[in-house]
């Protein structure tokens, strides 16, 4: 352990704090093999326990964000990301300003009622398929994002735990606490201002670190359709209010016979809401409004016109989003040892046994005709369509079948996407615990998660691969360097040096003081942090000058929710770091005018709302 004069404690971890931020900048080393480096040295150093060094592994800040982690993953998997993401890229597809304002004030409202580190951690799973989708790259859509979900500590009481934190000190010393929307108006202008800064100046500086590519390089469903030169066409049909087919099952209907019409999936009005069926069965009754999804020969559209009053209809006009993560397709080998080889895909009863439908066969690279009735080979391709989750099964069949080409839609297969309402309601759960204060948020959260796992929504090993634990360790690395401060009296020696400066200036100079002294606690340490060290100077120096607490405390508030300029400042926007590729220069450059910004409307709106 290294020998570190009692008098030089303070003077070390500012060396430590400045070692790291260097190190950080100059985006060479790992972050979370920096925070690890950190707690090393003041284990070493004998400035913290070697409990106190780790205690940052423990901390419930650490637990909450790698369990909101989940909560995200959870509704990522079971569609409701999927679902506001395509809201939002359908409503601004058109102009990248408009994607931007409401990914904000989506972010910014969210955050107003729950957990902001929550709200980030849901919406960069939307943000990422939101980037893929329009081609944009994610690093310019991340950080404005997570800047709103910031300032949404500006909006509310229960927005951020340094609001609460105030709002205790105030009545602990005798005070009226914050109220719900104590703070709401000047929260609402500095908000106004991001997303000006961000649509005029910020887009311009944000950095692009490569487009998500809109193409894949896999090829699509109907490429694999066309390869096997299929004499059909793949159309919606929709059946008309006077269709004979009304009231039929699928095996009553003749389509197939009649027409040689195969049904891929089919879109239903159930209870009030269109429910896809995919790999549908013949005992499935047809009703008027539902929607075809099928394979006809090109001669037959005009017959099921006229005869069965089967309607062209455009998949866009349906209410469900839900048609690509439920049907599939996939281009498999017979496997020389298959079961399968010297029967044909009649014989086979492929839906009966595995609950697909065979729709072409390559033999030695050509299209058979009547391939139904075709006796299989070794290396025989099929091109089976059919749910996801039943051509998920079939590659487990390896003695049978070997994948030879999985289209591109299988990347936005939305697994459990029928556990949307479930996943709701988890979420709602979290959010209501969290506005009206059942329980911690913390054991909300932990519900959610265990909750989401039991109602299967995600398999425990989804859960533990949905955790960024990169994240978490620099999380935990950093948080001890806010005791260490406060316990070698480098907190003070901060506040000391700049409350004395300040002399016998008048209140607004004060004023100006705790913006500085907060927003830089803010943006090394955390806002919490920052809070309750200065939250309880703010009310005392107001106490001996003989004015109101309210706007020195206001501009804690104000100044502790400001965490724009470093990457370890807040959990919100550390959790955006690695998915946006940032590096540490990024926020400096994009936050410091924000900060600006923050510290504008503290100067001017603060005593204007809250006079002295």
Not at 52 to 70: D, H, K, Q, R, T
Not at 386 to 396: D, F, H, S, T
Not at 577 to 594: A, H, N, T, W
Request: net charge neutral; with cysteine.
């Amino acid at each position: 352990m290294l020998f570190i004069p009692h008098a030089w404690h303070a003077h070390y971890v500012f060396l430590v704090i400045g070692l790291a931020a260097l190190l950080m900048a100059s985006n060479r080393v790992r972050y979370d093999m920096i925070a690890i480096t950190v707690v090393l040295a003041l284990m070493l150093g004998g400035i913290l326990s070697v409990k106190e060094s780790l205690a940052g592994f423990g901390n419930p800040v650490v637990v909450l964000i790698g369990a909101l982690l989940i909560v995200g993953e959870m509704l990522d998997r079971t569609g409701v990301a999927r679902f506001v993401g395509d809201w939002i890229g359908r409503h601004s597809h058109s102009s990248t300003n408009k994607l931007l304002i409401m990914l904000m004030l989506a972010s910014a409202i969210l955050s107003a009622v729950m957990s902001s580190t929550a709200v980030v951690a849901i919406f960069i799973p939307i943000v990422m398929r939101i980037a893929k989708q329009t081609g944009n790259s994610a690093s310019q859509l991340l950080l404005p994002m997570s800047y709103a979900a910031l300032v949404s500590g500006m909006l509310t009481l229960i927005a951020t735990p340094p609001n609460l934190v105030i709002s205790g000190e105030l009545g602990a010393q005798g005070y009226e606490p914050l109220r719900f929307f104590t703070f709401t108006m000047p929260g609402l202008v500095v908000l106004g201002g991001l997303m000006l800064y961000m649509l005029l100046v910020g887009r311009k500086w944000l950095p692009n670190n490569g487009k998500t590519e809109h193409q894949s390089a896999q090829r699509s469903i109907k490429a694999l359709w066309d390869d096997y030169r299929v004499n059909r066409e793949l159309v919606y049909l929709r059946i008309d209010e006077e269709s004979p087919l009304h009231g039929k099952t699928i095996a009553q209907s003749g389509l197939y016979d009649n027409y040689g019409l195969r049904i891929l999936d089919l879109s239903q009005r159930v209870r009030g809401w269109r429910e896809l069926k995919a790999g549908v069965s013949p005992d499935i009754v047809l009703h008027a409004g539902d929607v075809l999804h099928v394979a006809i020969p090109p001669e037959q559209l005009a017959p099921v016109e006229s005869q069965v009053m089967l309607m062209p209809f455009h998949p866009s006009q349906l209410e469900t989003q839900y048609r690509s993560w439920e049907f599939g397709a996939e281009s498999v080998l017979v496997h020389p040892e298959s079961k399968l080889i010297g029967k044909s895909v009649r014989e086979a009863k492929f839906r009966d046994h595995y609950g697909l439908d065979v729709f072409g066969v390559r033999r030695n690279r050509q299209s058979l005709d009547d391939y139904q009735n075709q006796k299989l080979q070794a290396s025989d391709c099929l091109l089976v369509t059919g749910p996801w989750a039943k051509i998920m099964q079939l590659q487990q069949q390896n003695h049978d079948f070997v994948v030879l080409e999985t289209p591109a839609e299988a990347a936005d297969v939305v697994p459990a996407f029928r556990r949307m309402p479930v996943a709701l309601a988890i979420t709602t759960f979290m959010v209501l615990s969290s506005v009206f204060n059942w329980m911690p948020l913390v054991a909300a959260v932990l519900i959610s998660v265990i909750a989401a796992v039991i109602t299967r929504c995600l398999t425990a090993a989804d859960a533990y691969r949905a955790i960024h634990w990169q994240s978490l360790v620099l999380l935990a690395g950093m948080l001890p360097l806010a005791d260490a401060l406060q316990q070698t009296g480098g907190t003070d020696m901060i506040v000391g040096s700049m409350i004395g400066s300040a002399g016998d200036a008048s209140p607004q100079t004060l004023l100006v003081l705790l913006f500085a002294i907060t927003a830089l606690l803010t943006n090394i340490l955390s806002n919490t942090a920052s809070a309750v060290l200065m939250a309880p100077i703010a009310i005392s120096v107001a106490h001996q000058l003989g004015v109101s607490p309210y706007p020195l405390a206001m501009t804690v508030l104000f100044a502790a929710s400001a965490a724009f300029m470093t990457p370890i400042a807040s959990p919100i926007i550390t959790l955006i770091v690695e998915p946006g590729k940032y590096r540490f220069f990024d926020f400096i450059k994009l936050g410091s005018p924000m900060l600006v910004w923050v510290f504008v409307c503290c100067y001017f709106l603060i005593p204007f709302f809250f006079p002295w």
